[in-house]
């Protein structure tokens, strides 16, 4: 029977089509199975990944070049996680492990999922690690969340490798996947706890929406940042240009270990402060004679901070490149608080304060009258005493102003300040920078409180001044608050001859090629004769007073003479209780040699019994200290005899420093077993302030200190409580990219596992 036309047509098109269809499949065979890897591989070498490379960041040294903090190279083991998850996918027909998570689209709340990354780690990367005896715990929610929000950068997985793990990723070529060992810049601060509250440290960026060039790299390897201090106020010179690199992928989707181009990342500027690293070295170590307080040391030629230290302390290097989570709030737990810069926190200066107010009277033009201590003077209802009569002494009789800052008599400067005048006490007060910060680019410096009538009516509306709020002020007490760093330029300003500098700790920043980028001069702040209308010998007065307070019988700061050297200073001691406890607040402001000062010192020691009991002695200890350094520096070496014995070797000027431990115990009394030159009478600890004018807490300095903190592992992430891998596909999936078979990963796991 012959075929119709239709059905020709029928069969000759079925034909065609089953012939095109064959083409096609062979074609498929061709390219999928003959020469799959052929194109694959041809595919892979045309992909690059381009990687942000974190810039250096300059160095932070001391005025005489010593560094105080440095780079060191870490090697740490990164995660790139949409690595992990491509790869899985190429390998598996595009499927992927999912979770579920509660997020947001246009800010409506919505269930939502992702490629479950954390079960790829766990499951298949760390068994690998733990056969080589690296793996260690991780915290798998923040792995997650982590390539929810933050893809594009690397999860840190271990930091700093150690020689042997290094050693050990070295000699085995993991093959896995988004799994790579990095080599960065990190923080290092040479001397340990060494200056810590002025340097601060670094962490990670906080916020990715401020990262201008987050979206010019696959893979983004942000920057370390200021956090705290120095490094935060001096950022944007210390930070560098990062650098980039160009990788290249395999077949496999892997990234190969060459790279194909890079551009090296420039280092930032280095940072000179005014320190004096070996100025500072002593002082912390005097100041560890207690627990709780600060000193700063002045150059009172040009205002320079050589020295400013603050017990307890803590060592930056914990924070580097993270701190861990228990770390973090050990720290913020201790009642002492580390953390906290006492030298630029506002406390009551007590009897120190009878300096500015010395200073106030002269140029009131009552600097020449004299007053009369009979025990006390009353104002209003209220009897004021003096020292003299809490501790059952004869009083002070008719005085003048130097003798009446000698024997730091309170009646005396309870009239003093009265026939001067709150307003030119204030004057005064502003003049010397109290009241205000001092321009240090440190954070959370507290301003102090400069009391006056306006004061008085924002802190208490229904209060009204009086005489006894001038008594008071007059003393240190009441309302006055006032750091350590301006108590030191006070002392500065005196010792100078009455000009007050801004205290400088900038010396200058300078580039990589040499280039100065800034240099800070000197700033005076007042000049008191040029500006204020004293002179020479009103301001004298008040030097010779101070001398009076160290050199002569009678005077309160005995303990802080020193051989060969004219120290003249002030003591004070503030009343304070801490929770029911006396926890008062002494204080010693100094500065020598008298005619030619080079050196000006403030003591602040929390729970003390009096200023010139144990801040006198740790200043003094200060000031011998450093003398004897410049006389070291000004001794030229002699070669030794032939046969003399071998000079041993010298104290280091500068070394590590371990966190100065902090405590609540109550000092009475410090002498370093120093050799005190005689007078006729030392009554080092008579100044011990007064009962009824107890002070305020104070203005503890306030940092917003955000430090990168490094969560504790949780269920999920710790490996020695890892159940085995379950048989799932990803078995399959690892093994191909380890080149090994499944048997490799049953093998007996190394001794070192943890």
Not at 43 to 56: D, E, F, L, M, Y
Not at 167 to 181: D, I, K, R, Y
Not at 306 to 330: C, G, H, Q, R, T
């Amino acid at each position: 029977m012959r075929r119709t036309g239709p059905a020709l047509r029928f069969v000759f098109v079925g034909g065609v089509i089953i012939l095109a269809l064959s083409g096609l499949v062979a074609r498929l065979w061709m390219v999928q199975i003959a020469h799959g890897a052929e194109y694959t591989a041809k595919t892979g070498s045309t992909s690059r990944v381009t990687v942000r490379i974190p810039a250096v960041r300059g160095e932070i040294l001391d005025r005489n070049g010593i560094p105080l903090v440095q780079n060191r190279a870490s090697f740490d083991v990164d995660f790139y996680l949409p690595d992990m998850v491509t790869a899985y996918r190429q390998s598996h027909n595009n499927q992927v492990p999912k979770v579920r998570y509660r997020g947001t689209v246009r800010n409506m709340p919505k269930d939502l999922e992702e490629a479950d990354v954390a079960r790829i780690v766990s499951e298949q990367i760390i068994p690998r690690l733990e056969e080589l005896g690296v793996a260690q715990d991780y915290n798998a929610k923040r792995l997650q969340i982590h390539y929810r929000n933050k893809s594009e950068i690397p999860f840190n997985y271990m930091q700093d490798l150690d020689f042997e793990r290094m050693a050990v990723l070295s000699e085995n070529n993991l093959g896995l996947p988004g799994v790579t060992v990095t080599k960065k810049p990190v923080r290092q601060y040479v001397y340990g706890s060494l200056a810590a509250h002025l340097l601060g440290y670094v962490g990670a960026p906080g916020n990715l929406d401020k990262l201008d060039d987050i979206n010019k790299f696959k893979f983004y390897e942000p920057d370390m940042e200021g956090k705290a201090q120095i490094e935060l106020a001096m950022n944007d010179y210390l930070k560098g240009t990062p650098g980039v690199k160009i990788l290249q992928r395999d077949a496999k989707g892997q990234i190969m270990r060459k790279d194909v181009e890079i551009v090296e990342p420039k280092q930032g500027a280095n940072v000179y402060l005014t320190l004096d690293a070996r100025i500072q070295y002593i002082a912390e170590k005097a100041l560890r004679a207690v627990g709780r307080g600060a000193a700063v040391v002045i150059d009172p030629n040009n205002g320079d901070v050589l020295a400013m230290a603050s017990v307890p302390s803590y060592d930056p290097n914990k924070f580097i490149p993270s701190i861990a989570a228990k770390d973090w709030l050990e720290l913020n737990k201790d009642e002492t608080n580390p953390l906290l810069n006492r030298a630029i926190s506002a406390y009551a200066p007590g009897s120190t304060y009878k300096v500015p107010i010395g200073l106030a009277g002269l140029r009131a033009g009552v600097g020449d009258k004299s007053f009369t201590c009979t025990g006390g003077v009353t104002y209003g209802n209220k009897y004021m005493m003096c020292w003299v009569t809490q501790k059952h002494l004869p009083p002070h009789g008719t005085l003048r102003l130097s003798d009446a800052l000698k024997y730091s008599c309170n009646a005396f400067f309870y009239q003093y300040g009265n026939a001067t005048g709150i307003d030119n006490i204030v004057a005064m007060g502003n003049m010397l920078g109290l009241g205000q910060k001092s321009g240090l680019p440190l954070s959370g410096e507290a301003p102090g409180v400069l009391p006056s009538p306006e004061y008085l009516a924002q802190v208490e509306p229904n209060a009204r001044w009086s005489n006894g709020y001038t008594a008071n002020t007059s003393i240190g007490q009441g309302m006055v608050l006032a750091s350590p760093i301006q108590m030191a330029m006070i002392a500065a300003t005196v010792a100078n001859g009455g000009t007050c500098f801004y205290p400088r700790l900038i010396d200058k920043v300078v580039a990589q090629d040499g280039k100065v980028l800034l240099q800070e001069p000197a700033r005076v702040r007042t000049d008191l004769i040029k500006d204020g209308g004293l002179t020479r010998e009103q301001i004298e007065k008040v030097r010779l007073g101070m001398d009076k307070v160290v050199n002569e019988g009678g005077g309160t700061a005995g303990k802080a003479r020193i051989k060969g050297v004219e120290v003249a200073g002030k003591t004070g001691t503030a009343q304070f209780w801490r929770n029911g406890i006396k926890d008062n607040h002494t204080w010693f402001i100094c500065f020598a040699p008298y005619d030619a000062p080079k050196y000006a010192v403030c003591v602040l020691v929390q729970g003390a019994k009096s200023g010139g009991g144990v801040a006198a002695p740790i200043a003094a200890k200060i000031l011998e200290d450093t003398f004897a350094l410049d006389k070291a520096a000004d001794t030229p070496a002699e070669p030794p005899a032939p046969d003399a014995e071998p000079t041993p070797t010298p104290a280091p000027l500068v070394a590590w420093l371990d966190p100065a431990a902090g405590n609540f115990n109550q000092v009475e009394s410090i002498d370093f077993g120093r050799d005190i030159p005689a007078a006729t009478t030392v009554t080092a600890d008579q100044d011990t302030g007064t009962e009824d004018n107890a002070a305020p807490a104070g203005q503890e300095s306030q940092v917003a200190a955000a430090p990168s903190v490094r969560d504790e592992a949780d269920e999920g992430g710790r490996v020695r409580n890892r159940q085995s891998a379950k048989p799932s596909g990803l078995e399959k999936f690892f093994n191909f990219f380890r080149g090994g078979d499944k048997k490799k990963k049953e093998s007996t796991p190394s001794p070192n596992r943890r």
